[in-house]
Nanobody, 125 residues
């Protein structure tokens, strides 16, 4: 069992930055592909970014490319999401997720077995 705890959300003006962190329990963090998803009110949850087990490979949805950066520190069992140039449409609850299935960079919600409780990100215009 893996427990994931997100932090770093908050209220920011458009154009601002936030850094989300997700701390994972357990000693096998390096074996999990990790991802950030988000869910805005009235919308389905969508993937934002994913990172491979080593951290060498990443995926971003088109709307955040060039603005968001995902990274991980396997020594600290933590994955990060640096969000710059935030827009009001980035407002959502952001969730951290872990895939222990050995996939390279899974981007489907169904691939992820473990989820955090979510952290609210609100971007004002």
């Amino acid at each position: 069992q893996v427990q994931l705890v997100e932090s770093g959300g908050g209220l920011v003006q458009a154009g601002g930055s936030l850094r989300l962190s997700c701390a994972a329990s357990g000693r096998t963090f390096r074996n999990y592909a990790m991802a950030w998803f988000r869910q805005a009110p009235g919308k389905e949850r969508e993937i934002v970014s994913a990172i491979s087990r080593s951290g060498a490979n990443t995926y971003y949805r088109d709307s955040v490319k060039g603005r968001f950066t995902i990274s991980r520190d396997n020594a600290k069992n933590t994955v990060y999401l640096q969000m710059n140039s935030l827009k009001p449409e980035d407002t959502a609850v952001y969730y951290c997720a872990a895939d222990p299935g050995g996939r390279w960079i899974p981007i489907m919600e169904i691939d992820y077995d473990y989820w955090g409780q979510g952290t609210q990100v609100t971007v004002s215009s």
